[in-house]
């Protein structure tokens, strides 16, 4: 098991189930940084900011494709729809 942390710099923090930093990855430049991730069934995780999303994979320790962004009121929730 692994735990992920956004901060308000855009990083994701990917923490062991131990608690020890495996990697710091820097993924997103808007303002407020990382607001919140998005579970999936299988793959990769949903994360978010105010103004983007993308796919972050803990295997690969970075996004799956580019972000997706381009709007200007930013994102209060996301979620996935398995469907």
């Known amino acids: 098991a692994f735990f992920l942390v956004g901060d308000a710099d855009g990083n994701i923090g990917v923490f062991s189930s131990k608690g020890r930093l495996r990697r710091r990855i820097h993924i997103i430049d808007d303002?407020?940084?990382i607001r919140g991730f998005?579970?999936?069934?299988?793959?990769p995780i949903v994360v978010y900011s105010?103004?983007?999303f993308g796919h972050f994979?803990?295997?690969a320790?970075?996004?799956e494709y580019p972000l997706c962004s381009g709007w200007s009121s930013p994102i209060v929730h996301a979620a996935v729809d398995i469907n």
């Open 38 to 43: 998005a579970r999936t069934l299988v793959g």
């Open 57 to 59: 994979s803990i295997a």
């Open 61 to 63: 320790g970075d996004l």
């Open 50 to 52: 105010a103004h983007s």
């Open 31 to 33: 303002d407020d940084g």
